[in-house]
């Protein structure tokens, strides 16, 4: 059985120091005659690493037939997918949600559920959201939705624990959820979340108030003479304050570390390796609050991000593409060191969205080693908008340098005198 530890930099695999060479392949859309295809380019190409999601409303397309050996169709076999990146030799990363992102319908949720519980959506002050949005966001702390999640990771966790490398498999850490911030809807102040659960009398918004404010304080906080804690709703507008605006925000963020806080100590009755969660938030501003709270209630989870420049496209390096890049690590890298965790970049644009240009990719996986990310993962590397495996040439390339940058790196820590 193998042992995965970590310092400031990399993760150590049975006392060796290990650098994360990794790219995404999602199984569930890909052949799974091609599946051994792709991950032999995937290795030749020089990585060591595969990450992938695992969609929950693929393996449970009806409530309570679970399909996770290719029954109903060959691309839900996980455990042929994963038995043949063992046979490879490559490492694993995955990402069982319950909620995916991935472009993928619901983001992973099984539209079973939500027709069956609409009571779990979030709402808006007048109701339910369009039905047609993107991914209809979920009140995380509803206990109908929890219930199913407990069931979902009842699941499909003893599969990744057979595989975890400290059972003799090949995962070395499993992410929570992906992305947490009410799929995006956070941003918009007034938007979510509304849900009966939250507003009503004794409800999750009175609860949290309860904890950090006094009736006093509101009274004075608020400039009204609230006689009781029901009498104080969530705001709808920037009428009320904008104290209270942002009290709201802050209960939105504490709905969500909570939620983070339940998956985690869910995921530690099967899973021993390292647990890690992408852009809690999606707001980096407001990373300081996920910190706190992961401190405060000793929850070891590794914080990783992600970097994309179509979503800055203009087909040239113009300051705001770069400054973002910036400013992005900077936060990053501050929290990074405090958490004492590794830094990796679990989606670094290669494809999807847009395909970047070689030189813009060049550009990118440069610069993130000259600002401390030495891990790497390509997202996509295989798939995407053609189904297809990356570039090679510009993958090798990526490996090697950060390959040289590390040699480097390691001959510096090794030799303090050289410059």
Same mark, same amino acid.
């Given at each position: &059985?193998?042992?995965?530890?970590?310092?400031?930099?990399?993760?150590?695999?049975?006392?060796?120091?290990?650098?994360?060479?990794?790219?995404?392949?999602?199984?569930?859309?890909v052949p799974a005659e091609s599946w051994r295809n792709r991950l032999e380019k995937m290795k030749n190409a020089g990585l060591n690493t595969v990450d992938t999601y695992i969609p929950w409303n693929w393996h449970e397309p009806e409530k309570g037939h679970f399909d996770f050996i290719g029954e109903t169709h060959s691309q839900r076999n996980l455990e042929e997918f994963l038995e043949l990146t063992e046979d490879l030799d490559l490492y694993v990363i995955i990402r069982p949600g319950?909620? /995916?992102?991935?472009?993928?319908?619901?983001?992973?949720?099984?539209?079973?559920?939500?027709?069956?519980?609409?009571? /779990?959506?979030?709402?808006? +002050?007048?109701?339910?959201?369009?039905?047609?949005?993107?991914?209809?966001?979920?009140?995380?702390?509803?206990?109908?939705?929890?219930?199913?999640?407990?069931?979902?990771?009842?699941?499909?966790?003893?599969?990744?624990?057979?595989?975890?490398?400290?059972?003799?498999?090949?995962?070395?850490?499993?992410?929570?959820?992906?992305? +947490?911030?009410?799929?995006?809807?956070?941003?918009?102040?007034?938007?979510?979340?509304?849900?009966?659960?939250?507003?009503?009398?004794?409800?999750?918004?009175?609860?949290?108030?309860?904890?950090?404010?006094?009736?006093?304080?509101?009274?004075?906080?608020?400039?009204?003479?609230?006689?009781?804690?029901?009498?104080?709703?969530?705001?709808?507008?920037?009428?009320?304050?904008?104290?209270?605006?942002?009290?709201?925000?802050?209960?939105?963020?504490?709905?969500?570390?909570?939620?983070?806080?339940?998956?985690?100590?869910?995921?530690?009755?099967?899973?021993?390796?390292?647990?890690?969660?992408?852009?809690?938030?999606?707001?980096?501003?407001?990373?300081?609050?996920?910190?706190?709270?992961?401190?405060?209630?000793?929850?070891?989870?590794?914080?990783?991000?992600?970097?994309?420049?179509?979503?800055?496209?203009?087909?040239?390096?113009?300051?705001?593409?770069?400054?973002?890049?910036?400013?992005?690590?900077?936060?990053?890298?501050?929290?990074?060191?405090?958490?004492?965790?590794?830094?990796?970049?679990?989606?670094?644009?290669?494809?999807?969205?847009?395909?970047?240009?070689?030189?813009?990719?060049?550009?990118?996986?440069?610069?993130?080693?000259?600002?401390?990310?030495?891990?790497?993962?390509?997202?996509?590397?295989?798939?995407?908008?053609?189904?297809?495996?990356?570039?090679?040439?510009?993958?090798?390339?990526?490996?090697?340098?950060?390959?040289?940058?590390? &040699?480097?790196?390691?001959?510096?820590?090794?030799?303090?005198?050289?410059?």
């Amino acid at each position: &059985m193998g042992s995965i530890s970590f310092d400031g930099k990399t993760y150590i695999i049975d006392g060796e120091k290990f650098i994360v060479y990794g790219g995404t392949l999602q199984y569930f859309r890909v052949p799974a005659e091609s599946w051994r295809n792709r991950l032999e380019k995937m290795k030749n190409a020089g990585l060591n690493t595969v990450d992938t999601y695992i969609p929950w409303n693929w393996h449970e397309p009806e409530k309570g037939h679970f399909d996770f050996i290719g029954e109903t169709h060959s691309q839900r076999n996980l455990e042929e997918f994963l038995e043949l990146t063992e046979d490879l030799d490559l490492y694993v990363i995955i990402r069982p949600g319950p909620y /995916i992102c991935a472009e993928w319908k619901n983001g992973g949720i099984p539209q079973w559920l939500i027709d069956k519980h609409p009571e /779990i959506l979030a709402k808006s +002050p007048k109701g339910y959201l369009p039905e047609n949005i993107y991914y209809p966001p979920i009140t995380y702390l509803h206990p109908t939705y929890l219930d199913y999640v407990m069931e979902w990771y009842d699941k499909v966790l003893p599969i990744i624990k057979k595989h975890l490398y400290t059972k003799g498999g090949n995962i070395i850490s499993v992410t929570i959820d992906d992305e +947490p911030s009410y799929w995006e809807t956070i941003f918009q102040p007034f938007l979510t979340d509304y849900n009966e659960i939250i507003t009503k009398e004794g409800g999750l918004w009175q609860m949290w108030i309860e904890m950090n404010y006094s009736l006093k304080e509101l009274r004075r906080r608020y400039k009204e003479d609230f006689k009781d804690y029901s009498e104080i709703k969530p705001p709808t507008s920037f009428s009320e304050g904008l104290l209270k605006v942002l009290d709201w925000h802050h209960f939105k963020i504490y709905m969500i570390n909570k939620y983070i806080e339940i998956l985690y100590y869910k995921m530690r009755d099967y899973i021993d390796v390292p647990i890690s969660l992408l852009d809690p938030y999606l707001l980096l501003a407001a990373w300081r609050y996920f910190y706190d709270y992961i401190k405060e209630h000793s929850l070891d989870i590794h914080l990783w991000t992600e970097f994309w420049y179509s979503f800055y496209r203009s087909f040239d390096f113009k300051e705001d593409k770069l400054g973002h890049l910036f400013l992005k690590t900077g936060i990053y890298r501050y929290y990074i060191r405090k958490l004492k965790t590794p830094p990796l970049s679990i989606e670094t644009q290669s494809s999807l969205a847009h395909t970047i240009e070689p030189d813009e990719a060049e550009l990118l996986y440069f610069l993130l080693l000259a600002i401390g990310i030495p891990n790497i993962n390509y997202y996509l590397f295989v798939g995407g908008e053609t189904q297809e495996v990356m570039n090679p040439t510009m993958a090798q390339h990526g490996m090697y340098i950060h390959q040289l940058a590390w &040699m480097v790196e390691k001959d510096h820590t090794l030799n303090p005198s050289r410059p």
